[in-house]
């Protein structure tokens, strides 16, 4: 089976640091991708690692570690537009549809 | 801009009213799929075409039937909505290339059930 957990809600302040876990246990491994989704609208993609260590994109920056199915998303120097949830998804094999998990509901606080 | 396009954006229909959402991409993407989301849960896969093949998830109701008449379009059905059935659907699209398998998504269309 697939599995795919993260917390379910986190605040943070206007331009802190936030990391947002992920961990998974697939049947397989090829790419792990961190969407966000603000209330109502659609996911819309940040970040993919396939490889393990950290890919930086900005403010923005994802780390992944195969061996222990874990992920992290690290958000830099808060806005309070980040204020939305981040989905972890996994994608088992091949071009197999991507799993997601819930979603870590961000709340960024003056 | 490419981009992928969904119609309507919101959707009211009665219970036991056929409804079928529609979505358009212009990337020539040869992947797309459908997803529903409820509230504060994940995004649920229901089925996925690459090119003209259909995949169907396991747990996907029967009320729940898709045509993909080309590459561009893709429509959601649903034959008979229930009340379970309101969600949020999303359309995502994706190359069939190693290396690009990022999935776009559409803004959705929200469906409501009276």
């Known amino acids: 089976g697939q599995n795919i957990d993260q917390p379910t809600e986190m605040t943070a302040t206007e331009g802190a640091i936030v990391q947002i876990n992920c961990t998974y246990q697939t049947s397989g491994f090829n790419g792990l991708f961190w969407y966000q989704q603000h209330a109502g609208e659609a996911p819309t993609f940040l970040s993919y690692n396939v490889l393990d260590g950290l890919e930086e994109k900005g403010r923005f920056s994802s780390f992944l570690s195969r061996s222990k199915g874990y992920s992290y998303l690290l958000l830099k120097e808060l806005q309070m537009k980040d204020s939305a949830s981040y989905l972890c998804?996994?994608?088992?094999?091949?071009?197999?549809?991507?799993?997601f998990g819930k979603g870590t509901r961000l709340s960024v606080i003056a | 801009d490419a981009m992928v396009i969904q119609n309507p954006r919101y959707q009211v229909t009665q219970f036991g009213k056929p409804v079928t959402l529609s979505c358009s991409q212009t990337?020539?993407?040869?992947?797309m799929y459908w997803y529903q989301q409820k509230s504060s849960q994940a995004p649920k896969l229901l089925f996925h075409y690459y090119d003209k093949d259909f995949n169907n998830e396991a747990d996907t109701p029967d009320n729940f039937q898709s045509r993909r008449p080309n590459t561009s379009f893709c429509f959601l059905d649903i034959r008979s909505p229930g009340l379970g059935d309101a969600a949020m659907y999303l359309c995502?699209?994706?190359?069939?290339?190693?290396?690009?398998?990022?999935?776009?998504f559409g803004p959705g269309t929200r469906l409501l059930v009276l």
């Open positions: 990337l020539n993407h040869n992947v």
């Open positions: 995502a699209t994706s190359p069939r290339r190693r290396g690009e398998e990022t999935q776009y």
């Open positions: 998804a996994v994608r088992a094999s091949g071009n197999t549809p991507l799993v």
